[in-house]
């Protein structure tokens, strides 16, 4: 039962995009917990106190590894976020929710696919084909927003 905004838990389409936005979320935090174990087992800490805490300062300094754990974040948070907007207004647009369904699976495949690829060091193009994947039904969600916004411009 879900008295908060009962219209909006009848939409399909918003239905579906809460389903993947919230699969997407969860998988920024595995990645941000996976950025927090690797710093422990490599000893690497962004800050003087946690190098303290841990070990010593000389553990308070960058490692390739972490960083790599940290581009992947990044990446995600330059590419989900903005998904975040446009699938929910795309969703109110009233699309077909099968085609509404595609854009949101593709979009979170291609971003599975590329942080395993990030974190895993998968053989190129793998990762730049996820991310090139991915964005697809973004840049499809977004001409769609303009399209439906053009009249009230």
Known sequence: RLPVFPKMMENKVFMSFMFYSTILILKMYVVAIITGQVRLRKKAFANPEDALRNGGLQYYREDPDVERCRRAHRNDMENIFPFLFLGAIYSLLDPSPTVARIHFFVFCVGRIVHTVAYLLRLKAPTRSV?????????FSMALQILVAAIPYW
């Open 130 to 138: 996820a991310y090139s994947v991915a964005q697809l039904p973004c």
